[in-house]
């Protein structure tokens, strides 16, 4: 019976032979239903645009990395502090190098103005701001997806809703209670269902996804941090 409905539904629109096509469906739907399509390919849109982009910038951000730990080590092992910043300001797509600059920057700042105590706390503070600001760089976006991913199957219930409303809108209106009154109807509510869907999943997927790559970063910088921290110990008790 379901599957009955579902045929009629889609074939027949509003009382209108229509093709399988998304096109078709859309063009004999009523206006609501269009309108919430409409946003929910306005929502897809942007999900797919977010995900591009974080995809590009989570790869760049792995491959730089690479490349900068095993130039800026060489560095700091020959105590070229200058060196292994400009090395970092090359590779500026790396959470790492982000974090490792304003490490060594903060570093070499306090070590002549402040005193030999604070030298330490001063850098630990400036590699706790570097890594909280990357962290809110590469979680920007993911926010949106969560968004999307959560609201879109709402927004094809509404039209689901739509779609009910006007398959009793056509029990009345032919005095019948027969697939032929109501398949206009289901038919908008499946599709716009159909389309909440397609549009949520993807985007709760890829949110889940992207999150555990941003937690992946965090603890890279956070051992960053830490290593680097180390670093300037052993090199302020070496030169006493």
């Known amino acids: 019976m379901l599957a009955n409905l579902c045929l009629l539904g889609l074939t027949f629109i509003q009382g209108q032979a229509v093709g399988w096509d998304v096109v078709s469906m859309v063009k004999a739907m009523g206006w609501p239903a269009r309108i919430v399509v409409i946003i929910l390919f306005l929502m897809s849109a942007w999900s797919v645009g977010i995900m591009i982009d974080r995809v590009l910038m989570y790869s760049a951000a792995r491959k730089q990395s690479r490349i900068f730990v095993q130039q800026v080590a ?87 809703v739509v779609g009910i409303i006007n398959a009793f809108k056509g029990i009345s209106a032919e005095k019948a209670t027969g697939l032929s009154a109501v398949a206009g109807g289901i038919a908008e509510a499946l599709v716009t269902t159909a389309f909440g869907l397609f549009v949520a999943v993807p985007a709760v997927w890829t949110y889940n996804y992207f999150t555990n790559k941003v937690e992946a970063f965090d603890v890279e910088m956070d051992n960053s941090s830490m290593e680097l921290i180390n670093y300037f110990i052993t090199r302020r008790a070496g030169k006493k």
Do not use: C, W, Y
């Open 74 to 160: 060489g560095a700091l092992r020959e105590g070229k502090l200058d060196e292994a910043i400009s090395i970092a300001e090359r590779n500026k797509k790396s959470h790492i190098a982000k974090v490792v600059a304003t490490g060594l920057s903060e570093f070499q700042s306090a070590s002549a103005q402040v005193s030999e105590a604070e030298v330490i706390e001063a850098a630990k503070r400036g590699l706790e701001r570097s890594v909280a600001i990357v962290h809110a760089e590469m979680k920007r976006g993911l926010s949106g997806l969560a968004t999307i991913g959560s609201t879109a199957p709402f927004v094809g219930l509404f039209g689901t």
